[in-house]
T-cell receptor, first 113, second 110 residues
Framework: EPEVTQTPSHQVTQMGQEVILRCVPI?????FYWYRQILGQKVEFLVS????????KSEIFDDQFSVERPDGSNFTLKIRSTKLEDSAMYFC???????????FGSGTRLTVV | AQTVTQSQPEMSVQEAETVTLSCTYD???????LFWYKQPPSRQMILVIR??????QNATENRFSVNFQKAAKSFSLKISDSQLGDTAMYFC???????FGKGTRLSVIA
């Protein structure tokens, strides 16, 4: 069964450093998403991406965050200057149609120290 | 904005028994989708079941079924013949956009 692949599975970074989280969505999917889950809390929407541009973003997705689809297969989330409160599990998801079938990756656990 | 409420932070059930997890949501939309996701200790998000709001028939997927009450904005998940592997966090979600509830931690006891 097709899957969404996220790398790395765990990343530790110093506060203030830039991190890039990588995702390879399912190949025929057109819609891409990033979500995050702070430990013990609910899954929060960050951003959705369609047709090479952001289609929707939450208030969490401020100027420190950016997304890119650099080569037609990868979908990346960049955090420019990480803060301690950015420590969370980050999930990438993709869907063929806009809202019907979301497939999530296994997540990247980001720890900011 | 759409909201999803799961009123049961934790539940437990004996192996082979049936358990129902509650979910309510708030929206002014008429067309939408509802989902239940399972998050085991590995923290992967696994789709359990989904329901289109325009379909009156409740979705079923093997041991998992939902009770969708559109007028009441209620979307409960029933797990029959519970298995130890069902132990996980269960998140109810609404789309569009995909918004999650706070989750219910289900423990299946041998």
């Amino acid at each position: 069964e097709p899957e969404v692949t996220q790398t790395p599975s765990h990343q530790v970074t110093q506060m203030g450093q830039e991190v890039i989280l990588r995702c390879v969505p399912i190949s025929n999917h057109l819609y891409f998403y990033w979500y995050r889950q702070i430990l013990g809390q609910k899954v929060e929407f960050l951003v959705s991406f369609y047709n090479n541009e952001i289609s929707e973003k939450s208030e969490i997705f401020d100027d420190q965050f950016s997304v890119e689809r650099p080569d037609g297969s990868n979908f990346t989330l960049k955090i420019r200057s990480t803060k301690l409160e950015d420590s969370a599990m980050y999930f990438c998801a993709s869907s063929e149609e806009g809202y019907y079938g979301y497939t999530f990756g296994s997540g990247t656990r980001l720890t900011v120290v | 904005a759409q909201t999803v409420t799961q009123s049961q932070p934790e539940m437990s059930v004996q192996e082979a028994e049936t358990v129902t997890l509650s979910c309510t949501y708030d929206t002014s939309e008429n067309n939408y989708y509802l989902f239940w996701y399972k998050q085991p200790p590995s923290r992967q998000m696994i789709l359990v079941i989904r329901q289109e709001a325009y379909k009156q028939q409740n979705a079923t997927e093997n041991r998992f079924s939902v009770n969708f009450q559109k007028a009441a904005k209620s979307f409960s998940l029933k797990i029959s013949d519970s298995q130890l592997g069902d132990t996980a966090m269960y998140f109810c979600a609404f789309a569009p956009p995909l918004v999650f509830g706070k989750g219910t931690r289900l423990s299946v006891i041998a």
